[in-house]
């Protein structure tokens, strides 16, 4: 298979999911969950298949991916509480400290299953290759790790 000029392998796919969209589902459980949250932000993701398994569905395994390479995995819900796989989804928020709003100070993740996370695919089918930006080897390290993981393109 041939390489990009950044020396990474095309062909490994992934979909879009919209940051805009994941925001909206996080600022509704920030709501429930604490009053001084006084909005969230979320970049795109890329969603990814695994050529993992999960024993129990028989499906592929799911992850997303940010601009920078790094990525979460589906995996049992902490504390195993509820069925089923969730992702983490790192999000950045301001608070409301004493009258003020500090933006982007804090960080989270909201826990979404990947049913959930689909709703907010844009259609865009984009190389992992070139959804993550260039800079340095430690990005292209980060996405050769994901492209061990994921089905070789045909």
């Keep these: 298979m041939s390489q990009l ?10 979909l879009v999911v919209s940051g805009n969209e994941l925001a909206q589902i996080a600022n509704k459980i920030y709501a429930i969950q604490y009053d001084t ?7 795109d993701f890329l969603l990814i298949e695994l050529s993992e398994k999960s024993g129990a569905h ?3 395994l799911s992850a997303i991916i940010c601009k920078e390479g790094v990525g979460y995995e589906e995996a049992d819900p902490p504390g195993g509480s509820s069925p089923g796989t969730l992702i983490s989804i790192p999000t950045r ?13 804090y960080h989270d993740c909201v826990y979404l ?10 259609g865009e089918s984009v190389d992992i290759a070139q959804f993550v ?16 993981k994921m089905n070789p393109p045909i």
């Design 93 to 105: 928020f301001g608070r409301r400290v004493n009258g003020r709003v500090n933006r982007y100070r």
């Design 37 to 43: 949250i006084v909005f969230c932000e979320i970049e």
């Design 58 to 60: 028989g499906r592929h």
């Design 113 to 122: 299953s990947v049913r959930v996370i689909k709703r907010c695919i844009t």
């Design 133 to 148: 930006r260039v800079f340095g080897d430690r990005l292209d390290g980060n996405v050769a790790l994901w492209q061990e």
């Design 5 to 14: 000029s950044t020396g990474r392998t095309p062909g490994y796919m992934g």
